[in-house]
């Protein structure tokens, strides 16, 4: 922690102290990574109770899972709003300043008030003798953000440690799991069992848990363990929302898991005595199925009421780095922080459904290598397939790690661009961003082809960076 001179405080009051200005946080919260997890979180419960406890002033719905995550959060968050609630999110990872992980009905944290909150928190911490992990900092801004703003409802991340991640301070009231997967194929049953129950183990007594997960066999283990730890166990996702193309097919999963999510919050713990419940999208108020009123139909024809489909037809997602298309670019550019195989797979997906909409003239992905747990030999299966239904080519470049970066291994670019030609696959190699980028540009046509990054959310930062974009 940067030094400054600890005070004593009574626990429950917000310390007093150094006030560091935002690019000293930000340089505190790059350096703080590396601390070790706290595996029963006595840190961020310290810490919680330091600040007037947050934690148990806000309501709370938790999203986990391999994927989706983020995308899951952000049509949850849109659905609420539109029921008229006031709704906190909490998303990860961010790509160009760590206010994109928070915001308040959808509009990010500004930068004052960030830093106002980073230094009690951080003054709080070193106050009560704790050196927190940049996760704790950024977990306890956010619930003293949505706690200060009296939200109706946050929406939070839980990340790949669920069990220690620190939003497990407060209790959900719903618990919404994406898809639970590996990136081997080769994967022990064993693992994935125990991945599983580390995803439960968020469940808390009455928590609702619902899951888009669309392994029966994951389904039911998801189940037994839910239902053991006190939890109410919903139908499970089957549908997809209709979204606009090509949309339907890579999101609509998660929003149709977004929907019952939001749906079982406001049924279950809303609907008593709510005013909002009588404009809502997904919750019918007692007293008005059936025909309705003249009066109904009178007040329906002069003031009509968004429906559901509407909703979803209009709906955009309002995350950067996620299936994000840059159409007006030339070429035209899509950027997507994916990290694991079962992203990059769905990432492909939307690829060929963007070519069978208009056939692409030119394709050249790039990759940033920064995590060596993608390239399994699963990867080389799906990218080699990828070309043989799809013409185009990979380039493989190195990228700066950022400093949340998980992975601490160095990749040898030319190494694997060697196993990818050895494999058939049209691969390059670059010797950073830039190169790789000025290399794509030329390979494809400036109106009709597409240059596509993925691989990690450095590789989207370092995209921005080029451009020149400071803050999204």
């Known amino acids: 922690m940067i030094d400054s001179t600890k005070q004593n405080i009574k626990e429950g009051s917000l310390a007093l102290g150094k006030q560091r200005s935002y690019n000293e946080i930000i340089e505190l919260l790059d350096a703080n990574w590396s601390i070790d997890s706290d595996k029963k979180l006595e840190r961020i419960k310290k810490l919680d109770m330091a600040l007037n406890q947050p934690s148990k002033n806000v309501n709370t719905i938790f999203v986990a899972g391999s994927n989706g995550k983020s995308l899951t959060i952000n049509f949850i968050s849109q659905l609420l709003k539109e029921d008229g609630f006031k709704v906190g999110s909490f998303y990860s990872p961010h790509i160009l ?66 069990q220690w991640d620190p939003v497990n301070i407060c209790k959900p009231k719903v618990l919404a799991i994406t898809r639970v997967t ?65 949309f339907e097919q890579l999101h609509g999963r998660c929003a149709a898991l977004a929907e019952r999510a939001t749906q079982i919050y406001v049924e279950k713990f809303e609907v008593d005595g709510s005013t909002i419940i009588s404009n809502s999208l997904l919750v019918r108020p007692k ?19 968004k429906t559901l489909e509407q909703f979803w037809k209009d709906v955009v997602t309002t995350l950067h780095g996620r299936f994000q298309l840059l159409d007006k670019e030339k070429p035209s550019v899509l950027v997507d922080s994916a990290t694991n195989i079962d992203a990059i797979e769905n990432i492909l997906l939307g690829i060929r459904l963007l070519h069978y909409q208009r056939p692409l003239k030119g394709l050249t992905i790039i990759l940033g290598c920064e995590d060596n747990s993608i390239l399994t030999p699963r990867f080389t299966k799906i990218i080699r397939y990828f070309f043989k239904k799809t013409s185009g080519q990979i380039i493989f470049c190195p990228v700066q790690k950022n400093p949340y970066a998980t992975s601490k291994e160095v990749f040898n670019v030319e190494k694997i661009t060697n196993e990818a030609k050895n494999a058939k696959i049209k691969a390059k190699s670059a010797k950073n961003f830039a190169d790789a980028f000025d290399t794509a540009k030329q390979t494809v046509d400036e109106r009709h082809g597409l240059i596509v990054i993925f691989g990690s959310p450095s590789v989207v930062t370092e995209y921005w960076n080029y451009k020149g974009i400071k803050k999204l």
């Open 182 to 246: 590996t990136d081997n194929e080769d994967t022990n049953p064993q693992e994935v069992i125990d991945q599983i129950k580390q995803v439960t183990d968020l469940t808390q007594q009455d928590t609702w848990v619902i899951s888009a997960d669309q392994s029966k066999n994951n389904l039911q283990i998801l189940e037994d363990c839910a239902v053991s730890r006190g939890g109410n166990w919903a139908m499970p996702i089957r549908k997809l929302v209709t979204l606009p193309y090509p």
């Open 97 to 162: 300043t760590y206010n994109e992980r928070i915001s308040l009905d959808n509009e990010t944290i500004p930068n004052k008030t960030f830093a106002e909150l980073a230094n009690d928190v951080i003054n709080a911490a070193e106050s009560i003798n704790i050196k927190a992990s940049s996760s704790e900092i950024l977990t306890m801004i956010a619930l003293s953000y949505f706690a200060k703003n009296k939200v109706d409802v946050a929406v939070l991340e839980v990340n790949e440690n669920a």
């Open 287 to 305: 007293g008005q199925r059936g025909r309705p009123t003249l009066e109904a139909k009178r007040e329906s024809e002069v003031n009509p009421k």
